[in-house]
Nanobody, 125 residues
Framework: QLYLVESGGGSVQPGGSLRLSCADS??????????MGWFRQAPGKEREFVAA????????YYADSVKGRFTISRDNVKNTVYLQMNSLKPEDTAVYSC????????????????WGQGTRVTVSS
């Protein structure tokens, strides 16, 4: 069982960057066994997939809306997964949450569990 805690959210202007972190604050001994994913939920909208990474980090998946702008990575020594977000747009405004899965694919949220509480990202001028 993972206990995931997100951080790094905030307010940024369009075109800016943020790096989100998601750490397993439990023992961390099983973190490297799990694929990890980032999802987001904007006000009044359904939660949507953003990015996922395999347990080894060798495979990554992205939503079309963030390809080329966002990068997911992980550090299994630090038990942390990251989401580097560049060229942010107002439509990226949402609460971003991380979650774990036995496999990074399929990327639908039903495949993931151990959800964190989320961190808010606001992109506005």
């Amino acid at each position: 069982q993972l206990y995931l805690v997100e951080s790094g959210g905030g307010s940024v202007q369009p075109g800016g960057s943020l790096r989100l972190s998601c750490a397993d604050s439990n023992s961390g001994r099983t973190f490297s066994s799990y694929a990890m994913g980032w999802f987001r939920q904007a006000p009044g909208k359904e939660r949507e997939f953003v990015a996922a990474i395999s347990w080894s980090g060798r495979s990554t998946y992205y939503a079309d809306s963030v390809k080329g702008r966002f990068t997911i990575s992980r550090d299994n020594v630090k038990n942390t997964v990251y989401l580097q977000m560049n060229s942010l747009k107002p439509e990226d405004t949402a609460v971003y949450s991380c979650a774990a899965a036995l496999s990074a694919y399929p990327t639908n949220s039903a495949n993931f569990g151990s959800w964190g509480q989320g961190t808010r990202v606001t992109v506005s001028s």
